[in-house]
């Protein structure tokens, strides 16, 4: 800890990668990943090169445990694909791995989160009658109800963390039992498929987490910011009891592997 | 059955009715039919009804040139070049095309139970969210469930309790088997015999799911090499009905081992595609004023083709700049 508070007065290192080691840091040794485009792939590389060499990846497009020499910019993009154990399509890996159960861990992101951490990435407003249409769910809400512990990736302002999300993209700790749309916990939407669900989420000024209740709680503040920064930045109550600190933040060896080894080109790190 | 039939792409777009139900190979900005795209617009279609795994660059040009009056899928945009899908954004907020959600997985158990020749395909994803809520189902709104369109099931998903072991209940995904497949492949052999490099996608299975199937080769090879590794191919040549030669046409999207993803290309269209006053500029530029494939090539030019040819060994491309460093 003091060497790296000692090592942070050496050099600098910007917003994003602070995301990334702190996204890096969730992934465990051994974990199998599932893992979307952008910062998601620059934490399990750097997982895989620091405390987690036996993590692998999953990308929804069909790439299973690759190595790749460069960066990909995309999920389907064959740079995933280098050295991997297996290729394939997506029966594979949306239903031949996440269905199955062998994801432990997906990184995600959101417009939109919860108190429950039910995340938005459909529309804004009433959805028969959008103020805004977003992306749509693509494999969100699939790989957030099927992984073991998902991380959810946020920008840290007020209209995106809200006491409600006006759609719900990708299920959460409270969710809608259909037909009837009643809120129940998720365990008892899910069933006997139930294996876990958002673990954590990580924003440009904070890490939450979840209680038993599956409702978020402040965990750690990035360095710079205050509590009193975070709940401005946020628009629900904010359980704030059980917060440890704060965010640990890179060291000069995570900034030079992300740098210098994973992201050498300055795609998402520029 | 047998060889499929050798066909120009103005000869194949020509078969594709207006009110048609379709589907594409490839996934978001790769290997997608765009030449047939382009041909399909100038030839004039309307109300097409667009089912696919995932949208992407193809899906944006097609809406947004007034093709298509129903899109049920999941997600749609151009992934880092482009963030929003900006036409299906309009349409589902201004109106003009019914959009139908569901999520990744779901639109996968789709195609799979159409390709199976399933009634319909089990799955535990995302449930407890709004894709299923009653009220949003676009279609059933619009007055379309009502059994008498034969490519639009009469619900948008059903639950049922699982009969063997007791997992509980499980959501039901009815099968799509759209009228027409429009697919890209890498290789096609002279009998028919499909290629695809590196990641497979929903391929084999949109193949599989549809009435007919077109195919777009950025190569036509012998058979006898096709034949030598057979467990690379997803399909053999009675699957296919109609083949097109057409080198480069996936562009601007990619095509492992050939071509990389046209990155400067997407973000110029995607920066078009924010109204429908620059969207149409850029459809004149590139769609009305380019009467084919081979003035479309010429018109991108060497430079830009060469720019992003794929490295044979690694089979994407090591010229393009893709960042800062």
Known sequence: MALNKLSVAAYS??????LAVAAAREVRDGDIVFTGTGLPMLAIMLAQHTHAPNSVCI???????????????????????YQSAVISGLTETLYGQLHCGYVDLAFLGGAEIDKYGNVNTTVLGDYNNPLKRLTGSGGNPDVNSQARRTVYIM??????????????TAPGWRIRKWPGGEYVHRREVYGKYFRGGVEAVISNMAVFRFD???????????????????????????????????????????????YQVIDREGIFLP | MGKPQNITLKEAAGLIQDGQQITFGGFTIWRRPMAFVYELIRQGKRNLHLLEVNGGTHSEILIGAGCVSIWESCWSGHELYGKLGEMVADRHVNGGMIVEDYSHGHMVARILAGAYGLPFFPSAQSLGTDLLNPEFDSLGRAGLRDGSHPKIPRKKYEFAPDPFYDRGELLLLPAANPDWAIFYASQVGEEGTVRVNVQTYADSEVIKAADKVIVLAEEIVPESY?????????AAGYAINYLIKLPWAAHPTGSQGFYDVDADFIRTFYRASKSQET???????????????????????????????????????????????
């Open chain 1, 13 to 18: 290192y910007s917003p994003m990668d602070l």
């Open chain 1, 59 to 81: 990308y929804e497009a069909g790439s299973i445990d690759g190595r790749p020499l460069d960066l990909p910019t995309s999920v389907g993009d064959a740079r995933c694909a």
């Open chain 1, 155 to 168: 920008v840290q302002e007020k209209r995106r963390f809200k006491e409600q999300v006006d759609y719900i």
């Open chain 1, 212 to 258: 038993e209740e599956g409702v978020m709680y402040l965990d750690t503040v990035h360095p710079g910011f205050t509590v009193a920064d975070v709940q401005a930045h946020c628009g629900f109550e904010l359980n704030v009891s059980r917060v440890k600190g704060e965010t640990l933040p890179p060291t000069q060896e995570e900034i030079d592997l992300l």
């Open chain 2, 226 to 234: 096709l034949r030598l590794e057979p467990e690379k191919n997803i």
């Open chain 2, 279 to 325: 969207f149409d500029r850029w459809a004149d530029e590139w769609i009305f004023d380019i009467p084919d494939h081979e003035r479309y090539l010429q018109k991108l030019g060497i430079g830009r083709l060469e720019n992003i040819r794929a490295n044979p060994v690694l089979g994407y491309s090591t010229r393009q700049k893709r960042g800062t460093r």
